[in-house]
């Protein structure tokens, strides 16, 4: 049987608070710590190698510009805005959570062991850190380089029960993240790991699960 937490935790998806912030923001990010959330953020690797909070691999559908991330230097994409949207660098994200609130970093594309051993060290000193990864190459190549870190696998709505069952055999994987798609499966919910479902993006979604799971929510 899974052993019950004293409390579920619930994590504010790219700190999305409400519908007036924007995703992967300084300020949207900001607001969640007030409110003593832990977030959830995307990063990627610029040209020159900054860790940067962003969700997709280009610019197009936030800044109607077709560019990649690792394309450009950091500099650069500074100077990219829009309506106030600037990317951060997730060392600046790290240093508002002020090491208080979990800070799940998804890593969206696959990265180099180089760029993973890069993003260990960035990451020094904060323990509340948990690496995530659709690619879960990334999470078994972070392990290789240290394997106290606090990591996590991803699991999409596709992901099948046989995989993800598989998966958490492994022990040095602390964490699933799941599609809620999976919130009433009972084989997920008999895994002992701490498992998060998301995305929750309604409150009536959000009161339904709450006392019973940990969730990754937006908007309410």
Do not use: A
């Not at 500099?75 to 949207?85: P, Q, R, V």
């Not at 508002?96 to 970093?105: E, L």
């Not at 599609?179 to 409150?203: P, V």
Request: proline fraction near 2%; charged fraction near 30%; aromatic fraction near 14%.
């Amino acid at each position: 049987m899974d052993t019950e937490p004293f409390f579920y935790m619930h994590i504010i998806h790219r700190g999305i608070v409400n519908k007036s912030y924007k995703e992967n923001c300084i300020e949207s990010f900001k607001e969640s710590f007030k409110e003593k959330f832990g977030i959830e953020t995307d990063i990627h690797s610029t040209k020159d190698k900054k860790f940067v909070c962003f969700h997709d691999f280009t610019l197009k559908r936030i800044f109607k510009i077709n560019k990649s991330i690792k394309n450009i230097n950091y500099e650069d994409l500074k100077e990219i805005k829009n309506k106030k949207f600037q990317i951060p660098q997730l060392k600046e994200v790290l240093k508002i959570s002020k090491k208080k609130f979990p800070v799940f970093i998804e890593i969206k594309p696959l990265f180099s062991k180089k760029l993973l051993s890069n993003l260990i060290k960035e990451t020094k000193g904060f323990k509340k850190c948990i690496f995530i990864s659709f690619k879960h190459q990334n999470i078994y190549n972070l392990l290789k380089l240290n394997s106290k870190l606090s990591v996590g696998l991803s699991f999409s709505n596709k992901s099948s029960i046989k995989s993800i069952l598989k998966s958490s055999l492994n022990k040095r994987v602390k964490y699933l993240i799941l599609d809620k798609k999976f919130l009433n499966n009972g084989k997920i919910q008999m895994i002992n790991k701490e498992k998060y479902y998301y995305t929750i993006k309604s409150k009536k979604e959000f009161l339904k699960y709450n006392k019973n799971n940990n969730l990754i929510f937006e908007n309410l």
